[in-house]
């Protein structure tokens, strides 16, 4: 393990001494920094519009660190935590981007700011606000603090760092579960071979008895990984609010309520006849009150999640500006691994950012000077939560972070100054999901960054050098993220969709909440009855002892979403219980474990994969100009060769499941292997 003193304040020593100065900040680790940070940031945008859920990139950008430079020449701790530090800058951004950009899809006049200017923009200022606003609280959080806050996730990158230096093949696994997740995914996405959402139990909406009711699964790898990562009891939660949903309130709003009812609903919602022709009777429920029953619940989920934590968001405030005060001096003349960028660079950089966006043309803030009431908000929320969430990540580590919620409380307060000044028009939608989109992702960069410096500190790396890596991670990450939203969002719309996002295949949970916020709050023109319904869902989720947030977000995802990662749980159960039995393990599995790195590398390839099968039906429309057949259906062997097997409804179902099983087998034998090293 990194070494962490006994007690706090004790004299730590680094692995890496602050005496020495090995090559740290060198190109060959800043340009695979930037290459990762790409990668990941793209499967990071594939994942969370997909699962709403995001997974930390640090440990495995390490551990592939590592072993590149292993094969193409040697390196130093210090480079391999440069490359992580700039790589996992990528994903953070992307999560922070893709929980509230595509809102604007939702709100009155928000498709005009749906552009790539505008999303570069937003992504490049909060994730730099996020840096920027954590350098003055490092020494107060990451120095002062050592000993008191574990940091999880920057403690055990650290130990992967040593690891590597000192020997062994980490690697291995998560190239062995990257490797299996794109085949696999070639082979159904490109190839056709199988289906990736076989329905195993529909029933029709004219029957008496059970009406509507239908059970499919995404038999997907980054599903299945997500789902072993999280482990058994949120997975089985996320499980059971999709179940609620799509077996239990469908059927009962099918019994209930009337077909021109929902018709009319959907209606006014904007559906066409042309859509309610290409989807199911479920999927019109689903769309006409689940997804507003779905938002109420997370709603709620988040707020009640934001006052649970109140206490530890105000103590967690008052001691980073208390241990501010105290903690930050002059950065001339100290140790190499004290030296941060300058105050001077913090406050002139946070200034010409918020005061750019005020101007700045095309971007919704409304009129100058007006526009500084934004920025003004920007800055507040921004620095508080950024404070908030360094802390936080502290304690329960980056995959707990309550971002949601403190989205949430940004949009609501946000959105109750504009009522009381009277910013009630379709504007000011936008402009309110400016302040909630940079506090986002501002506060989700803090939290990587957190856990980065905290690495950082324990392997002996120069704090200045990481600071500039995250802003090169962030920039390089931006111009990637709006390009991938664009392309999925093209890639993965059905029939008579204006848009993929917010469809059947890119749910965007979070990203529809926070519309439902805004437009709730600003334009009165919520359907109330299924979102107040929703609300004491969650409520009751919570009385019943479940994390009401992710049986929330399960509610309001699709059951082929939330199945395939409850199996991923199921089969992360099964491994404990042999590890209990055969090596009398206690506790929870680590993060350096066999089973935890190759479903992590099933997560990141699927993920990519998902980004490569888009970008071949993108290449095909926009390029090769093909459109009947598209690529995608030229490129599909399956409905060439055995359409009758691979589509019908009881063959197809068992054809996917033989595949799935397979994946499923490779997770639980690589999950029991011992790491070598």
């Known amino acids: 393990m990194a070494n962490v003193p006994e007690r706090p304040g ?98 009155a006049g928000g498709e005009n700011f749906f552009r790539y200017f505008q999303i570069t923009i937003l992504a490049i200022f909060g994730g730099t606000l996020g840096v920027l606003f954590m350098i003055p609280l490092r020494r107060a959080l990451i120095v002062k603090e050592h000993g008191k806050l574990p940091y999880p996730e920057g403690t055990a990158c650290a130990d992967v760092l040593i690891a590597g230096e000192r020997g062994g093949n980490l690697a291995r696994m998560v190239f062995a579960g990257v490797g299996a997740s794109l085949l696999y995914k070639f082979l159904y996405g490109i190839l056709g071979l199988w289906r990736e959402a076989p329905i195993f139990f529909r029933t029709k909406k004219e029957s008496a008895t059970y009406p509507a009711a239908t059970l499919d699964v995404a038999v997907t790898p980054e599903y299945l990984g997500l789902g072993y990562i999280i482990g058994p009891r949120i997975s089985s939660e996320l499980f059971s609010g999709g179940l609620l949903a799509w077996m239990a309130l469908i059927p009962l709003i099918a019994i209930f309520v009337p077909e021109t009812r929902v018709v009319q609903d959907l209606h006014n919602l904007g559906f066409s006849d042309a859509w309610m022709a290409n989807n199911s009777y479920a999927n019109w429920l689903y769309r006409a009150y689940i997804r507003y029953i779905g938002a109420g619940a997370v709603a709620c989920a988040g707020v009640m999640t934001l006052i649970k934590t109140l206490p530890t968001i105000v103590s967690a405030f ?10 930050v001096g002059p950065a001339s003349g100290v140790r190499r691994t004290e030296r941060d960028l300058g105050m001077g660079i913090v406050v002139i950089g946070s200034l010409a950012i ?66 009381v000044i009277g910013w009630r028009g379709d504007v000011y939608q936008a402009v309110a999901l400016c302040v909630g989109a940079i506090v986002c992702v501002a506060a989700a960069n803090a939290g990587a960054t957190s856990q980065d410096l905290k690495t950082g500190y324990l392997v002996g790396a120069t704090p200045r050098s990481q600071q500039l890596g995250f802003v090169i991670g962030v920039v390089t990450s931006a111009f990637v993220i709006a390009i991938t939203l664009f392309m999925l969002d093209r890639t993965y719309r059905g029939p008579n969709e204006l848009h993929g996002i917010g469809g059947p295949q890119l749910p965007a949970p979070q990203a529809t909440l926070m519309a439902t916020i805004i437009k709730g709050l600003l334009a009165q023109n919520l359907p109330w009855a299924p979102v107040l319904v929703g609300v004491f869902l969650a409520f009751m989720a919570q009385l019943a002892g479940a994390h009401a947030l992710s049986w929330a977000v399960g509610a309001y995802l699709p059951v082929s979403t939330t199945a395939p990662i409850w199996i991923g749980g199921m089969v992360k159960a099964w491994v404990d219980a042999w590890r209990r039995r055969k090596e009398h393990a206690v506790g929870e599995e680590s993060e350096l474990s066999s089973g935890m790195l190759y479903a992590t590398g099933l997560v990141a390839g699927g993920s990519l994969g998902g980004v490569l099968i888009a970008f071949v039906a993108f290449f095909g429309d926009t390029v090769l100009h093909m459109e009947h057949p598209s690529l995608p259906d030229f490129l599909d062997l ?34 029991r292997k011992r790491l070598e090293g």
């Open 354 to 419: 918020v005061l750019v966006l005020a101007i700045l043309p095309g971007f919704p803030h409304g009129p100058f000077p007006g526009s500084l009431l934004m920025s003004l908000l920007i800055v507040v929320f921004g620095f508080f939560f950024v404070t908030v969430s360094s802390r936080i990540v502290g304690i329960i580590g980056t995959s707990s972070n309550p971002i949601s919620g403190m989205t949430i409380a940004t949009l609501m307060a946000t959105c109750i100054v504009f009522v």
């Open 10 to 107: 004790a004299e730590f020593r680094p692995y890496v001494p602050a005496g020495e100065a090995p090559a740290e900040f060198t190109p060959k680790a800043i340009i695979l920094g930037m290459v990762f940070g790409v990668l990941f940031g793209a499967a990071t945008v594939y994942l969370a519009l997909r699962a709403g859920l995001t997974v930390s990139a640090s440990v495995p950008i390490a551990v592939l660190a590592i072993a590149v430079f292993k094969k193409i020449g040697k390196s130093t701790i210090l480079e391999n935590n440069i490359v992580q530090t700039i790589g996992s800058a990528g994903e953070s951004v992307a999560a922070g981007v893709v929980f509230t950009v595509p809102a604007l899809l939702f709100l």
């Open 638 to 671: 399956g409905t060439k060769l055995y359409p009758d097997l691979k589509n019908g409804l009881v063959s197809g179902g068992i054809l996917c499941a033989i595949a799935f099983a397979v994946l499923i087998f490779l997770l639980e034998r690589n999950a």
């Open 318 to 327: 008052r001691e980073s500006v208390k241990s501010f005060r105290g903690g």
